[in-house]
């Protein structure tokens, strides 16, 4: 508690975990998480996006992080008009509706998400915030395309064999610039980009 916290999407990890400790009676800090509702308020741009950092910082986290962890935080925790006014999660709710409008774009009609980092688990998530939009009544999409938007990230993955046998699901090629992250010709890489 009262540690800095980089200004993007890890602030919260802190509102969550102390949260939780609020709700148990442990130690928390209301002032922690004030500080990094004012950094997530920050981040938000226009049609309901959100940047990872002061930036131009778009990518899969906008959606399954700055998208997911708010509606999550007031659907899962007593904070809904103590530590987090009913205007703010409305608002919220009403950035992931417009956000979805943009996202469902980003997949193709196999189900890949945007090829855009190097790791599958990152791309995976990208139908996250599509799930958190149905569990929390802020979508706004037709439950038919919220499911077929998920279980067509899904399909995407096994149809490639991600994971594999060994429940493996990092990508063994990878993007340029990637790393070390193995063989090029692995049927893993093919869902990787390229």
Known sequence: MGQPYPPINSVWFRIV????LREVGGPWSAGD????????????RPGGWLS???????????G???????????????????LCPRALRDLWAADLARYLDDAVRLLGAD????????SPIYRFAAAAPFRVGAVTGADGQPPGLVRRVASGIVGHFTDHQVPDETRSARCRGGSP???SFGRRRSKR???CPR
């Open 189 to 191: 890489w093919r869902a």
């Open 64 to 82: 399954w992080a700055l998208h997911l962890y708010p509606l999550l935080w007031t659907h899962l925790f007593d904070v809904t008009g103590t």
């Open 33 to 44: 998480i004030e500080e990094d509702l004012a950094v997530h308020a920050s981040l938000r």
């Open 111 to 118: 189900g890949s998400p945007l090829l855009q980092g190097r």
């Open 17 to 20: 975990v102390e949260s939780f």
């Open 177 to 179: 610039g990637s790393g």
């Open 52 to 62: 990872d950092g002061q930036e131009r910082a778009y990518d899969h986290s906008t």
